[in-house]
């Protein structure tokens, strides 16, 4: 008998929308470069009420932007 060993979890497994610090830990980024990365449009953010959210499908694409700048 053998037991399957589960796949690691990614920090962006089933959350749609990440608060700026949860952004920031899913990045492994600090909390104000978040922020600059918002204020200058580089990192997708939008507003619920008086509530600024990262979605998880702007993380990835930050992610890939930055792959893509590293091939450059």
Same mark, same amino acid.
């Given at each position: 008998m053998t037991s399957a060993t589960?796949?690691?979890?990614?920090?962006?497994?089933? %959350?749609?929308?990440?608060r700026p610090l949860a952004a920031a830990h899913a990045l492994s980024l600090s909390r104000s470069v978040i922020f600059d990365l918002m204020r200058t449009g580089r990192l997708r953010s939008v507003?619920?009420? /008086? %509530? /600024?959210? %990262?979605?998880?499908?702007?993380? /990835?694409?930050? %992610?890939?932007?930055?792959? /893509?700048?590293?091939?450059?």
């Open positions: 589960p796949e690691p979890s990614s920090p962006l497994d089933g %959350v749609a929308m990440y507003k619920q009420g /008086r %509530v /600024r959210l %990262v979605p998880a499908a702007a993380i /990835r694409e930050y %992610v890939a932007l930055l792959e /893509r700048e590293a091939a450059a």
